[in-house]
Structure formats: structure tokens, C-alpha cells
């Protein structure tokens, strides 16, 4: 006996159903939590890897990054340096081994205006994963999205062939520079961008599609899609489902496990809200921005200035919670037992 499509919609999960139009991607560092919901790609961020170090699941991965930090020797900085590069790529690694795809693993947000740092940074994560035996195919390295994180991913992308994903993305001068800079893959923030309206404004609710951070996203990718631009678009950080599904259709979005888990017991019908004849149709022009029409441009956007300045201050304070907690390891491995 034949299944109507209907009936079938309504067994499906929302999950499921959004799997069709969009590539699913697990935004975690507990890998754990990745299997259940059999996503394509994973991200990984300061905050999600500080998260996951904290848990005692995870603790022998910590130990063996320290042993190796203090192998490798060097001064103090050095060998926490080198703690950090590798307790990051262990956990990509990880993760490699329960997805398909892609797994993105973060340069230190402190670099995020220096380029030449954030290059080289970027090239010693590569090289520490292929001696692992995985290709730079699989990795993509996350980087800040100021002026100086999108020209090195320009430089990664076009010198070394290695895939960037531009992150804390909020305007839509961002969004042009990295798509001039032919960067993989941006992630512009949905519910951080909702957060900043939500204390900024007198409005405390939006319907999904009305919703700032859907709006943005919207836009970017219609432009993206209108003048053919190789760049593709993973919306980030979500607040609710409804923010998921009003994107739907949109090239990838990165989702937490607890979200998942929300859309795999949903079963209302899932659209695409986003596709690339919708984006032909749209008017938006094209615009070319320079250094200084950039940081203009940028500037002008109160919300996103706010927000990657305080994205990166928050990724730091992770990063260097994460080098304390290092640190007192590295005591007690030379302090012995």
C-alpha cells in the first residue's frame, strides 16, 4: 500500500524533512552527542571545546595534548600553544570519525587582527591533521570575520588550498568582502543577531520570519546566490527551531544538539524558504568593497560592530579559561602524582 506524500510528511521529522533542502551540520565539541542525529559536518568553536574539555569523557584527550605539549618543549607559552593546536584537532579528529563530512576547527580569536599569525596558525592545524592521515578536505579552519580574517582566508584559500569558514559574521559588509575574498564558507549568526535587537530595541519577540537574524541571512544568501558567487552560506547560531526551518533551503546550517533533538520530534511540514530562483528574482545590486569602504560599511552597522567585538572578547576569555585549566595539568604532570 501505497504512503500519500502528505502522510509521509507527517511521519517524517522536521529533521528529516529539512535534510532534504539543507545540508545538516552538528554544532558541538561533545562528539558523543553527534551520532544520534547523523549530520553531515560538525563545527567546533573555543567555547564548545572549553565545554566538552570540562567533561570527564573527554579528560583523556586533554592528558594525552598535555603530554605532548610538554614533549614538544619550549617555554611555558610555547607548550600551551601547542597543548591548544592539539587538543583542538584531537577533538576534530574525533569527530572525523562519526561524520561524513567536514568538521571546522577555530583559529585563536586573539589573532583576529593579525593575518600573518592567523595564516600561519591556520597552516600548523593542516599540517597537524594530515599528519593524522586526514586531508585538508576535511577540515575547515574558522576564522574571524574582521578585515584582516577575511584577507587571510583569501590567502589560505587561494596560496595553500586550505577551506575557510568565516565566523562571527553579522553584516552585510561582512558578507560581500568574504565572498570578493572567494572564501569556502561563511557562518553568519542568526540568534546572537536576535539578542542584540531583543536588548536593543522595544521589540522582545519576532515571528520566525520576521526575525532579524533570518532576515539577515536571507539577504545574504540571495545576493550570493543572484551574482554567482562560489561561497556558500551556513547559518549559525540559533535560538529556536523556528529560526531552522525559516531557513530552510539554505546551502548549510549549524545546529546544537539540543535544537536537533527538538527538530527529530517535531513533525510539522518543512519548506524551502531560501531557494536560488527566489535569490535570481530579488534586488539587491552589486557592490564592491575595498579596505576602506569595508570598515565604513561595517561601521555603520551598530548591531554588528557590537557583536564581533564582543564575540571575539567572549571566544578569548574561553580560550584563555581553557590555557588555565591547561596549565594547572601541566603542574600536576611535572609536579608527578
Known amino acids: 500500500m501505497s504512503v500519500s506524500p502528505d502522510k509521509r510528511r507527517k511521519m517524517e521529522s522536521a529533521l528529516e524533512q529539512l535534510k532534504k533542502y539543507t545540508v545538516v551540520v552538528a554544532d558541538t565539541g561533545d562528539f558523543n552527542a553527534i551520532e544520534e542525529y547523523k549530520p553531515q559536518d560538525a563545527t567546533t568553536n573555543p567555547s564548545l571545546i572549553l565545554a566538552a574539555a570540562k567533561m570527564p569523557a573527554y579528560q583523556h584527550l586533554v592528558d594525552q595534548a598535555v603530554k605532548f605539549g610538554i614533549a614538544k618543549g619550549g617555554n611555558e607559552e610555547k607548550q600551551i600553544e601547542n597543548i591548544m593546536d592539539k587538543l583542538f584537532v584531537s577533538f576534530g579528529l574525533e569527530i572525523l570519525k562519526k561524520i561524513p563530512g567536514r568538521v571546522s576547527t577555530e583559529v585563536d580569536a586573539r589573532l583576529s587582527f593579525d593575518k600573518d599569525e592567523m595564516v600561519a596558525r591556520a597552516r600548523r592545524l593542516i599540517a597537524m591533521y594530515e ?3 586526514i ?5 575547515l579552519i574558522k576564522l574571524s570575520s574582521t578585515w584582516e580574517g577575511i584577507q587571510a582566508g583569501r590567502e589560505l584559500e587561494e596560496k595553500y588550498g586550505i577551506h575557510c569558514n568565516m565566523t562571527l559574521l553579522f553584516s552585510f559588509a561582512q558578507a560581500v568582502a568574504c565572498a570578493e575574498a572567494k572564501v569556502t564558507l561563511i557562518s553568519p549568526f542568526v540568534g546572537r543577531i536576535l539578542d542584540w535587537y531583543k536588548e536593543n530595541t522595544d521589540r522582545k519577540s519576532f515571528e520566525p520570519h520576521e526575525d532579524p537574524g533570518v532576515v539577515s541571512v536571507t539577504k545574504i544568501y540571495n545576493y550570493y546566490k543572484k551574482f554567482g558567487y562560489s561561497t556558500v552560506v551556513m547559518g549559525a547560531s540559533f535560538r529556536n527551531t523556528g529560526e531552522v526551518k525559516a ?5 548549510l546550517l549549524t545546529i546544537s544538539p539540543g535544537l536537533l533533538g527538538e527538530l527529530s520530534q517535531d513533525h510539522t511540514a518543512v519548506t524551502p524558504c531560501l531557494t536560488p530562483q527566489t535569490a535570481k528574482a530579488c534586488d539587491l545590486e552589486k557592490i564592491h568593497l575595498d579596505e576602506k569602504d569595508f570598515r565604513w560599511m561595517h561601521n555603520e552597522d551598530r548591531m554588528a560592530v557590537e557583536k564581533l567585538s564582543d564575540g571575539i572578547r567572549k ?3 574561553d580560550a584563555i579559561k581553557l590555557e588555565t585549566m591547561i596549565k594547572e595539568k601541566i603542574l600536576n ?3 608527578g602524582p
Do not use: M, P, Y
Not at 135 to 139: A, G, I, M, P, T
Open 333 to 335: 604532570v611535572k609536579n
Open 135 to 139: 586531508s585538508k578536505e576535511r577540515v
Open 247 to 251: 531557513l530552510a533551503g539554505c546551502d
Open 131 to 133: 599528519e593524522a592521515g
Open 315 to 317: 571566544f578569548a576569555a
